[in-house]
């Protein structure tokens, strides 16, 4: 299969130099030629994991053996604790679900797509010979997960920007105490919209992304969205067969990555009703989904960190399907949203969307409410997911992150600590990373120093 660029300017690539692009040379985003038709993979029961995801992944990936793919999704779950399942369906009210996505390494949903692009990486490097260096930007979660995938592997450098001050203080252990040589934390003094436009600003300099032989992990990365799509056809396998009519998919969201890999899985044959996308105060994606304008804002410090974005990156790939791949028309709008200028989409009837917005206070209640309705406790990104359930419809909360993530706000919400051993051991570790101003310019030349002279 071919892989294309939203602006339609840059030649369409192969599976590894998809994967190795990350953004496209003309700024757009990858996008397949075309989507397989996956009903063949969906099931009255679950299949084991890994072997869900090799059958989706050789539908995208005709560059790797079957046999390479099959270990290397044998590989990436192999870190899951019980890699079989490793996106347990938990049933907590008679219509209501939620599909657990935290139970990997740094117990948050970005593990799926993040353990497979560490290894993606380590066989990127083992055929081409050349050491890779990775950027990405984070709200709390991508940065971990990447780091983990990506730590101690051998002529891989990592260097992962966050907003300082905007994330929990263990989301922030879990980068900057890992002992890892190649690994490279970077605090800038702003939010992570500032953290992602300097990401994509680098990567558009085409001439110090050679020279600097750079790679991307976050969901700009096409590869990070086909992962995420595995565990929407694992929940639906789960679910019981009186409970697949008119489904609901309940997704927190804030750069849009992790719903859009369900809307494309059911763009290729997955049967879900409606995907629900569940913001925090920070609603640009509620403002979009429920007027059909796309306008930033400034963004607001919450008790969900990990969405506090104005600048939500997948939008591009979800408006160059909504416009038909009219990659013209594509470039235009990116170009306004890019200046901060409102959009208004054309014909806008997001038939499979809808949305919900909840604050800061909501996310307290939510969290309480849950625990003392169905005694599942959630994590504050997750409790956004919560907000305004129709118990009649199936539905399945997809739940992001371990609550134990968050131990101040929980223990706000509902008096007690959540606590995990994985968390625990972090705390009497030394963290290491920089603080730099938030400049396209600070981050570049941290980069020259610790790539181009290092």
Same mark, same amino acid.
């Given at each position: 299969?071919?892989?294309?660029?939203?602006?339609?300017?840059?030649?369409?690539?192969?599976?590894?130099?998809?994967?190795?692009?990350?953004?496209?040379?003309?700024?757009?985003?990858?996008?397949?030629?075309?989507?397989?038709?996956?009903?063949?993979?969906?099931?009255?029961?679950?299949?084991?994991?890994?072997?869900?995801?090799?059958?989706?992944?050789?539908?995208?990936?005709?560059?790797?053996?079957?046999?390479?793919?099959?270990?290397?999704?044998?590989?990436?779950?192999?870190?899951?604790?019980?890699?079989?399942?490793?996106?347990?369906?938990?049933?907590?009210?008679?219509?209501?679900?939620?599909?657990?996505?935290?139970?990997?390494? *740094?117990?948050?949903?970005?593990?799926? /797509?993040?353990?497979?692009?560490?290894?993606?990486?380590?066989?990127?490097?083992?055929?081409?010979?050349?050491?890779?260096?990775?950027?990405?930007?984070?709200?709390?979660?991508?940065?971990?997960?990447?780091?983990?995938?990506?730590?101690?592997?051998?002529?891989?450098?990592?260097?992962?920007?966050?907003?300082?001050?905007?994330?929990?203080?263990?989301?922030?252990?879990?980068?900057?105490?890992?002992?890892?040589?190649?690994?490279?934390?970077?605090?800038?003094?702003?939010?992570?919209?500032?953290?992602?436009?300097?990401?994509?600003?680098?990567?558009?300099?085409?001439?110090?992304?050679?020279?600097?032989?750079?790679?991307?992990?976050?969901?700009?990365?096409?590869?990070?969205?086909?992962?995420?799509?595995?565990?929407?056809?694992?929940?639906?396998?789960?679910?019981?067969?009186?409970?697949?009519?008119?489904?609901?998919?309940?997704?927190?969201?804030?750069?849009?990555?992790?719903?859009?890999? /369900?809307?494309?899985?059911?763009?290729?044959?997955?049967?879900?009703?409606?995907?629900?996308?569940? *913001?925090?105060?920070?609603?640009?994606?509620?403002?979009?989904?429920?007027?059909?304008?796309?306008?930033?804002?400034?963004?607001?410090?919450?008790?969900?960190?990990?969405?506090?974005?104005?600048?939500?990156?997948?939008?591009?790939?979800?408006?160059?399907?909504?416009?038909?791949?009219?990659?013209?028309?594509?470039?235009?709008?990116?170009?306004?949203?890019?200046?901060?200028?409102?959009?208004?989409?054309?014909?806008?009837?997001?038939?499979?969307? *809808?949305?919900?917005?909840?604050?800061?206070?909501?996310?307290?209640?939510?969290?309480?409410?849950?625990?003392?309705?169905?005694?599942?406790?959630?994590?504050?990104?997750?409790?956004?997911?919560?907000?305004?359930?129709?118990?009649?419809?199936?539905?399945?909360?997809?739940?992001?992150?371990?609550?134990?993530?968050?131990?101040?706000?929980?223990?706000?919400?509902?008096?007690?600590?959540?606590?995990?051993?994985?968390?625990?051991?972090?705390?009497?570790?030394?963290?290491?990373?920089?603080?730099?101003?938030?400049?396209?310019?600070?981050?570049?030349?941290?980069?020259?120093?610790?790539?181009?002279?290092?």
């Amino acid at each position: 299969m071919r892989f294309h660029s939203t602006r339609g300017e840059s030649p369409p690539l192969g599976f590894t130099e998809t994967f190795a692009a990350g953004l496209a040379p003309d700024g757009g985003l990858y996008i397949p030629e075309s989507l397989p038709d996956i009903t063949s993979l969906i099931r009255l029961s679950p299949v084991p994991y890994p072997e869900l995801a090799a059958d989706f992944f050789r539908l995208f990936d005709d560059e790797h053996s079957p046999g390479e793919v099959e270990a290397l999704m044998t590989r990436s779950y192999s870190t899951f604790p019980d890699a079989a399942n490793a996106a347990p369906l938990v049933q907590v009210a008679e219509n209501t679900f939620v599909l657990e996505l935290f139970h990997g390494p *740094t117990l948050a949903f970005k593990d799926f /797509g993040l353990q497979l692009v560490g290894n993606l990486f380590e066989d990127q490097i083992s055929r081409t010979g050349m050491p890779v260096n990775i950027l990405g930007a984070t709200s709390g979660d991508t940065g971990s997960a990447a780091i983990n995938g990506l730590a101690d592997k051998k002529d891989a450098r990592v260097f992962i920007l966050y907003p300082q001050g905007r994330i929990s203080e263990l989301q922030e252990r879990q980068m900057t105490c890992t002992g890892s040589e190649n690994i490279f934390p970077i605090a800038i003094e702003g939010s992570f919209d500032d953290a992602q436009n300097i990401v994509k600003d680098l990567f558009g300099d085409l001439e110090f992304k050679a020279r600097a032989n750079l790679s991307a992990v976050n969901s700009i990365n096409l590869i990070r969205i086909l992962a995420q799509c595995v565990y929407y056809i694992h929940a639906f396998n789960q679910l019981p067969e009186n409970k697949r009519n008119a489904l609901r998919f309940v997704v927190p969201t804030g750069n849009f990555g992790n719903i859009l890999a /369900g809307w494309l899985t059911s763009r290729m044959g997955l049967p879900a009703g409606c995907f629900v996308v569940a *913001t925090n105060q920070n609603d640009l994606l509620y403002r979009l989904f429920t007027s059909g304008r796309y306008q930033q804002g400034e963004v607001s410090h919450s008790l969900a960190p990990s969405m506090d974005i104005q600048v939500a990156s997948n939008f591009e790939r979800f408006l160059h399907y909504h416009l038909e791949g009219d990659s013209a028309h594509t470039t235009r709008i990116m170009a306004q949203v890019k200046a901060g200028e409102a959009v208004d989409l054309p014909d806008f009837e997001p038939e499979k969307f *809808t949305a919900t917005r909840t604050d800061d206070q909501g996310i307290l209640e939510n969290i309480r409410i849950t625990m003392e309705n169905t005694g599942y406790l959630t994590d504050p990104h997750t409790a956004c997911a919560f907000q305004d359930i129709n118990p009649a419809i199936p539905t399945i909360i997809l739940a992001t992150a371990h609550p134990a993530k968050f131990p101040e706000t929980i223990r706000k919400a509902i008096d007690k600590q959540p606590e995990h051993s994985s968390l625990e051991a972090l705390k009497s570790r030394n963290p290491r990373n920089v603080s730099i101003p938030a400049t396209c310019s600070a981050v570049r030349d941290y980069l020259e120093e610790n790539i181009l002279k290092g």
